[in-house]
């Protein structure tokens, strides 16, 4: 029985040979050549002023959170339906996430919610791109600006996708990518900040780097140039290793992306009479980069049970993403109903580049005698 998995990175032999230059090269390390020329054409591809490469999203966000100055006594309102980075961000610099529902139809943060949550102590606002799918930033932009709030786009699972034709990763002041094993392009881990105002930039760049600028250049200069600490910074730089993946990775977004298209037709097309899941809704003014592939399945429908014969099959499968308030680490009492109803009804179905169009199909099958199996009495 062949087995197909959730997720799978397309990594080859391009990446391969990029990673070997690097190591005939004398800066495996990071903010090195390759990073700083990662750096400019991430600026470049995105639209933006300013990419710093980071070691992951989550460092992005910590750093994003540091230089736009939120800290203790500050709430952060957080978009709940997602991986909780966001909120874990917020808890980094001893501020308060504060949970906003989610879209019933997309997953993504829910404007109305985000206004209703403003008091004397936001700072700020971090939206998810859930799974791939831009949240309303129009709306969004315009809540924070009316209010003197930050604005940051955790568009971790988002590259390649677009929001009012503009893309994913440029649609707030600050945004956070990640190139995670799981995410549309990777080097197993890493992540950047992207954003247009330089000051930042430089900021976080300083603060990636243990608050000491430029090694790599220092090393170069004549004489014996002794650089100074200017911050207590972390270590979250991106090895030029990852950076020099990431270079051959951003070039095939389109083709990777086109691929987990396919795919994602595919199911819609073999699903859409299928009574028992509700599809991924994806607006008019918005493009998916299918990060994942999550069906609602029916309330009546035992989703372990389901789960469980997939995985008998050899099928790849999980929950989807999560209800961030419900996890036991936040001890909140806040609710967010239509966050904790996808979480209890999500599952994620195989989706990745390498998927080709018979085990779509295999997936597709064994769902549907899985849900047969599997739905109780009350359902369609
Ligand atoms: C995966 C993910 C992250 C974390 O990314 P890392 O690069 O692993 O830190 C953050 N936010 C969202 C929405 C994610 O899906």
Redesign the pocket.
Known sequence: MESIPLVHASLGERELAAVKEVFASEWPAGQGPRGKALERELAGHFGVGEAVALS??????HLSLLALGAGPGDEVIVADY??P??AHAVRYVDADPIFADVRADTGTIDPEAVADLIGPRTAGVIA????GLPADYAELKSITDRHGLFLVE?A??AVGATYQGRPAGALAPVA?L???G??GITSG???ALLTGDQALAANVRLRSSFGIGGIAEQARVIGLPIPEFTETGYNYKLSDIAAAILQVQLGRIEELLDRRRTVAARYAELLKDEELVTLPHVPDDRTHAW?SYILMLDPGVDRAAVAADLRAQGIGCGHG?WASHLQPVYETDQKCPVSADLFQRGLAIPMHAELTPNQVERVVDVLRAALRAHAGPHTA
């Open positions: 992951s999203c989550a460092a992005a966000l997602t991986f980075a966001p998810v791109d859930t799974v955790d971790a699972c956070c990640s190139f995670h799981r995410k881990e890493g992540g990060q993403t």
